[in-house]
């Protein structure tokens, strides 16, 4: 994020915040709500949702032109999943861990490890807020339109401030970075909260200091 910032990308940095907010809640989820028997799942809903979808995929292959050469490349992808199966089970028995459905202990829907957490307005406050970039969605283009017939003065307002937001939601970012890596810390028997809390204070703090720029309605 702070790479993008610094050579003038500030969306690609929403596009990568979002990432790191997805990769944190799951990372909290793992720790706090999770056991050995959710990492299993984790690693099965994975496993579960690739063999799902090439299998729909070998499936609209048949009968097109190159079909053989399209399924084999596909079969060959099969085999690797087959062989991560082996491997979790492995993994199972050798540290007897109880094998559940992956869908009893790993919640398919990100919404829903984000109100297991507690933190359902995260989600739409910043998750959902970053979609734009994460998606091509139209509101950076719908902005530049609405600008066209503005000034000069008005359009680097604009510019400003959108750089301002881009800068601000990286920081909230960090936060859920940090909230993931005390929770993995807790999780481990590590706890040094103080140490932590003074990051987030910082964090809190340059969030507030840059959200009137951002926009941010007072």
Same mark, same amino acid.
């Given at each position: 994020m702070l790479v993008c910032i610094a050579t003038r990308c500030p969306t690609s940095s929403e596009a990568i915040a979002r990432v790191v907010i997805e990769g944190s809640i799951n990372l909290m989820y793992l720790s706090i709500k999770g056991n050995n028997s959710t990492l299993v799942g984790f690693f099965d809903s994975w496993v579960s949702e690739q063999r799902k979808k090439l299998t729909e995929w070998k499936q609209r292959e048949i009968g097109h032109d190159h079909d053989s050469q399209i399924i084999s490349m596909i079969d060959e992808r099969l085999g690797l999943l087959s062989d991560y199966d082996a491997f979790l089970e492995q993994m199972v028995l050798a540290c007897n861990i109880?094998?559940?459905?992956h869908k009893e202990v790993w919640p398919k %829907?990100?919404?829903? =490890?984000? %109100?297991?957490?507690? =933190?359902?307005?995260?989600y739409y406050t910043s998750y959902h807020r970053l979609s734009g970039s994460s998606h091509i969605s139209g509101e950076d283009t719908l902005s530049w339109l609405l600008a066209l017939n503005a000034d000069e003065q008005a359009k680097h307002k604009i510019g400003k401030e959108a750089v301002a937001y881009s800068v601000m939601m990286s920081r909230i970012a960090s936060l859920f970075f940090v909230d993931a890596l005390h929770a993995c810390c807790i999780a481990h028997g590590y706890e040094s909260p103080?140490?932590?809390?003074?990051?987030?204070?910082?964090?809190?703090?340059?969030?507030g200091e840059i959200a009137g720029e951002a926009g941010v309605p007072k």
């Amino acid at each position: 994020m702070l790479v993008c910032i610094a050579t003038r990308c500030p969306t690609s940095s929403e596009a990568i915040a979002r990432v790191v907010i997805e990769g944190s809640i799951n990372l909290m989820y793992l720790s706090i709500k999770g056991n050995n028997s959710t990492l299993v799942g984790f690693f099965d809903s994975w496993v579960s949702e690739q063999r799902k979808k090439l299998t729909e995929w070998k499936q609209r292959e048949i009968g097109h032109d190159h079909d053989s050469q399209i399924i084999s490349m596909i079969d060959e992808r099969l085999g690797l999943l087959s062989d991560y199966d082996a491997f979790l089970e492995q993994m199972v028995l050798a540290c007897n861990i109880t094998r559940k459905p992956h869908k009893e202990v790993w919640p398919k %829907s990100l919404f829903e =490890r984000f %109100s297991e957490l507690g =933190r359902e307005n995260d989600y739409y406050t910043s998750y959902h807020r970053l979609s734009g970039s994460s998606h091509i969605s139209g509101e950076d283009t719908l902005s530049w339109l609405l600008a066209l017939n503005a000034d000069e003065q008005a359009k680097h307002k604009i510019g400003k401030e959108a750089v301002a937001y881009s800068v601000m939601m990286s920081r909230i970012a960090s936060l859920f970075f940090v909230d993931a890596l005390h929770a993995c810390c807790i999780a481990h028997g590590y706890e040094s909260p103080e140490k932590f809390n003074n990051i987030k204070r910082t964090l809190i703090h340059s969030v507030g200091e840059i959200a009137g720029e951002a926009g941010v309605p007072k």
